[in-house]
Nanobody, 123 residues
């Protein structure tokens, strides 16, 4: 299984931006970003295919977040703009999807997970 390490989280004011990084130890079919707020279930944010770069976004982040990849570095980025307090959560990246419908952003469709990075949006 691929090993994943997230970085880039922090405290930002509403309307601000952050860029998260997910460094993978090797190749994986796709990388997904998920988040989990206190007391809530883990939810899908975005994913990107390693082969053709196709992307998928949750409705809640469309137009504000952008996922991208650098295959030479085995790294995936999540650029988050116009951040809102409701974006506050621990953000995880995931790899090794086992289900062909991984683009549905179901956390159960991914086998490998990073340790997470905290994103707090507050004034």
């Amino acid at each position: 299984q691929v090993q994943l390490v997230e970085s880039g989280g922090g405290l930002v004011q509403p309307g601000g931006s952050l860029r998260l990084s997910c460094a993978a130890s090797g190749r994986t079919l796709a990388i997904g970003w998920f988040r989990q707020a206190p007391g809530k279930e883990r939810e899908g944010v975005s994913c990107i295919s390693s082969s053709n770069g196709s992307t998928k976004y949750a409705d809640s982040v469309k137009g504000r977040f952008t996922i991208s990849r650098d295959n030479t570095k085995n790294t995936v980025y999540l650029q988050m703009n116009s951040l809102k307090p409701e974006d506050t959560a621990v953000y995880f990246c995931a790899g090794d999807p086992w289900h062909r419908d991984y683009r549905l952003l179901n956390p159960g469709y991914f086998n490998s997970w990073g340790q997470g990075t905290q994103v707090t949006v507050s004034s």
